[in-house]
């Protein structure tokens, strides 16, 4: 009986073990994929602001050329200096009055015989703008050159109907433009050309050689993972743009967590090893019990058992069994709610909690399905506040997203319980609401306009008044039609795209996917037409 016993209490021990193994394994393997997932996710994110950003700043640099290609003063002295052939100081001069009210580096006016160079970087510049075909007027581009790699608009300057020039203004995308962006403590910008590191936030590992295939980049203190921000319309540029991710921090969180999962295993073994010897001498239907309990362990159960009520060391064993079971399942549930929370950080925007974009292609197939099987219209209501950036400018970034906070509460109070409310980016929120088609969803929408513009935004002692813009589309799926949700979205873009240009604060539905239903336009601020 006692050999029995042993043999016993030797496979118990060897199931025990292998089964805590695994968890150990699939714990571990599950934290660090959750760890490393959320970490690539949050690279991907800030690459994709960075991409945005640079957008933004190529339009804006158009701009500032269609600014000074516009100055009738310097249209005057460019027709003096091309056709006349006077001297281009007072040219000079009003470019650089230009210059000192805009974040550029050069502004060129060129001619065949000729040109007009200001700015800090003109001399690097001069004879690439010079080499640009006229075929690339009223365009953006990337010049690069042994100084660094530059972003340039180019216009052409008309006098009198008459193309005298053209105007192009650059600005420095090199070691000025990565020391003047945002960033996190866990992430690095650089610039990389042929392989060769040319800028960076870290200066240690300029002039280095980076292999982009590796998709990793290593210096003396850390390992960073790198994604590439793309530069829009850059063409077959050379000159890349990085951002590198430390895996510090991951690496550290994930040698925290196997210590205390050993730690915790060993001390589990070591006290099943003791109560295990002074088993042996007990009785069989205790150790029954256990066999049981362990079997259903190992089956991935964790069954709720009474307390032994007895005192020798087999019921002690048990009633330890039981502790290790709680503490499990406690910390089974610390584990859901954790699992819990990462799932709704990655689809709720953080500032307003509303969903997000990621969360749209989530969601889409299933309210698609569920307007087609009541033979409904899927309707996306597209807002965007008007004149968003002027409150940033005026009043400051906080007070914008104060603005975005107090809109969403909006967006909350008058959406039905079963209509999906999304921020899509910036100033940008999306309803998608399932109903019998454009005249109940521009309701919706009209109280919504109507609320914004009659509710007053304390901030700071200052009172901050809205007004939105609305586009809505509606689709309908059939058997030969199945819409995609980027189809539905951009048919509401289109029709807010109207809205804002015929004045903002109105509502403007896209006739072709709604069934071409025609309604008065209800314009919170007084302007009627139809819903287009």
């Known amino acids: 009986m006692l050999g029995s016993y042993r043999s016993r209490l030797v496979a118990l021990l060897t199931a025990i073990t ?12 599950s934290a660090r994929w959750v760890i490393w997932e959320d970490s690539s996710l949050h690279l991907q994110q800030t690459v994709q602001l960075y991409e945005r950003n640079l957008a933004s700043q190529r339009i804006e640099l158009a701009r500032y050329a269609a600014m000074i290609r516009n100055d009738s003063r310097i249209q005057d002295y460019t027709f003096a200096a091309v056709r006349i052939g006077v001297d281009d100081a007072p040219l000079r001069g009003l470019i650089q009055q230009h ?10 006016i060129y001619w065949e015989d000729g040109v007009t160079a200001v700015g800090s970087d003109a001399p690097l510049l001069v004879d690439d703008i010079r080499r640009q075909p006229a075929g690339l ?26 193309v005298l020039a053209r105007v192009a203004v650059a600005q420095d995308m090199g070691k000025s433009w990565i020391t003047g962006q945002a960033r996190d403590h866990q992430t690095q910008l650089f610039i990389e050309r042929d392989g060769e590191i040319i800028a960076s936030t870290m200066p240690e590992i300029e002039s280095i050689l980076f292999d982009p295939d590796q998709q990793m980049l290593v210096n003396s203190t850390d390992t960073y993972r790198v994604e590439r921000v793309k530069l829009p319309a850059a063409g077959n540029t050379r000159t890349r743009f990085w951002l590198a991710g430390t895996t510090t921090a991951q690496v550290e969180t994930l040698s925290r967590y196997n210590r205390v999962m050993v730690g915790v295993a060993l001390a589990t073994l070591a006290l099943m090893l003791v109560t295990g010897l002074i088993a042996v001498n007990s009785f069989s239907r205790p150790i029954r019990r256990l066999i049981t309990l362990t079997r259903d362990m190992a089956n991935g159960q964790l069954p709720t058992i009474k307390r032994a009520k007895g005192g020798t060391e087999i019921d002690q064993l048990l009633n330890h069994f039981i502790d290790l079971i709680e503490a499990l399942r406690t910390g089974q549930k610390e584990v859901d709610r954790a699992h819990e929370k990462l799932k709704l950080s990655a689809i709720t925007d953080e500032l307003t909690g509303l969903y997000n974009r990621r969360y749209l292609n989530e969601t889409y197939p299933k309210v698609l399905a569920q307007a087609d099987r009541e033979g409904l219209f899927l309707s996306a209501i597209l807002f965007d506040i008007d004149h968003f950036k002027h409150i940033n400018d005026s009043c400051g970034h906080a007070a914008g997203d104060a ?14 319980a079963s209509d999906y409310v999304f921020r899509m980016g910036g100033e940008e929120f999306l309803v998608l609401t399932v109903g019998r088609g454009g005249k109940n969803v521009s309701m919706l929408a009209e109280k919504i306009l109507v609320a914004t513009e009659a509710t007053g935004f304390e901030y700071q002692d200052e009172t901050i008044r809205l007004t939105v813009s609305c586009g809505i589309s509606c689709i309908r799926q059939n058997q030969s039609y199945h819409p995609t949700v980027s189809h539905l979205v951009s048919l509401a873009d289109h029709a807010l795209y109207e809205a804002k240009r015929d004045g903002r604060n109105c509502i403007r539905l896209n006739a072709e996917s709604c069934g ?14 139809d819903f287009r």
């Open 403 to 416: 603005c975005l906070i107090e809109f969403s509460a909006i967006l909350k109070r008058y959406s039905r």
């Open 516 to 529: 071409r239903q025609k309604a008065a336009s209800l314009s919170v601020a007084g302007r009627r037409g």
């Open 99 to 108: 210059i000192g009210r805009m974040p550029v580096d050069a502004v060129f």
């Open 18 to 29: 292998g089964l805590m193994v695994v968890l150990l394994v699939v714990s571990y393997m």
């Open 137 to 162: 007027d009223n365009r953006t581009l990337y010049i690069e050159n042994e100084s660094g790699i530059y972003l340039a608009a180019i216009l052409s300057l008309s006098y009198q109907g008459e």
